[in-house]
């Protein structure tokens, strides 16, 4: 499985980003996807993830009420909706796959190359 995230880009708070991450190969149902982020000089920390059969989701506050993760099931896809950026949301963003709906990159055995996503003040 390989997956390969996209969408990153300059913008200004308030602003929105859609990340997307594409999976090669069909998920199983037991499937998670995640999307974590690494800022500059800080260790990564989880956003959002999601059971690919029952779109159960999970979000880290800082995430909760202003980003949406979901995903398509026909193009195997997961996404990220980012509304009302920070500039503390400036990151590089993964996405992940794993098999628990947890927080804890460790359960995540499979990564993407990453998007940088600046947000500017």
């Known amino acids: 499985v390989q997956l390969q995230a996209c969408g990153g880009g300059l913008v200004q708070a308030g602003g929105s980003l859609r990340l997307s991450c594409a999976i090669s190969?069909?998920?199983?149902?037991?499937?998670?996807m995640g999307w974590f982020r690494q800022a500059p000089g800080k260790e990564r920390e989880f956003v959002a993830a999601i059971r690919w059969s029952r779109d159960s989701t999970y979000y880290s506050n800082s995430a909760k009420g202003r980003f949406t993760i979901s995903r398509d099931r026909a193009k195997n896809t997961v996404s990220l909706q980012m509304n009302s950026l920070k500039p503390e949301d400036t990151a590089v963003y993964y996405c992940?796959?794993?098999?628990?709906?947890?927080?804890?990159?460790?359960?995540?055995?499979?990564w993407g190359q990453g998007t940088e996503v600046t947000v500017s003040s």
């Open positions: 992940a796959k794993g098999a628990a709906l947890t927080s804890f990159d460790y359960d995540y055995r499979t």
């Open positions: 190969g069909r998920p199983f149902s037991s499937t998670v």
